[in-house]
């Protein structure tokens, strides 16, 4: 079992920047990817960007391509996700999670509990 926490998110402008970040603990060992996903209200939860073990691969949903950096610090245990330009269309409850697999197709089985991040124009 791998326990993750979020926190860092909050309320922003259009065209500003937040930084979340997850906290993880527990058996990360067994953890092939990190990932955030995020699910606005009334809508499915939805891919946003992944990161593999050492950080050496990334992987964008392509509504965060260029705005959106994820990035580790295995030493910390943590995993972050710089989120720049934000749009009214980003708000939304994010949730880190940890899967494993190909960071394409990884299947994830842990979830933090979700922060929320709200963008207003």
């Known amino acids: 079992q791998v326990r993750l926490g979020e926190f860092g998110g909050g309320s922003v402008q259009s065209e500003g920047s937040l930084r979340l970040s997850c906290i993880a603990s527990g058996r990360t060992f067994s953890v092939d990817v990190m990932a955030w996903f995020r699910q606005a209200p009334g809508q499915e939860r939805e891919f946003v960007a992944a990161?593999?073990?050492?950080?050496?691969?990334?992987f964008y949903a392509d509504s965060v391509k260029g705005r959106f950096t994820v990035s580790r610090d295995n030493s910390k245990s943590m995993v972050y996700l710089q989120m720049n330009m934000l749009k009214v269309e980003d708000t939304a409850v994010y949730y880190c999670?940890?899967?494993?697999?190909?960071?394409?197709?990884?299947?994830?089985?842990?979830w933090g509990q979700g922060t929320q991040v709200t963008v207003s124009s």
């Open positions: 990161i593999s073990r050492n950080g050496g691969n990334t």
């Open positions: 999670a940890a899967g494993v697999g190909p960071i394409a197709h990884a299947k994830y089985d842990n």
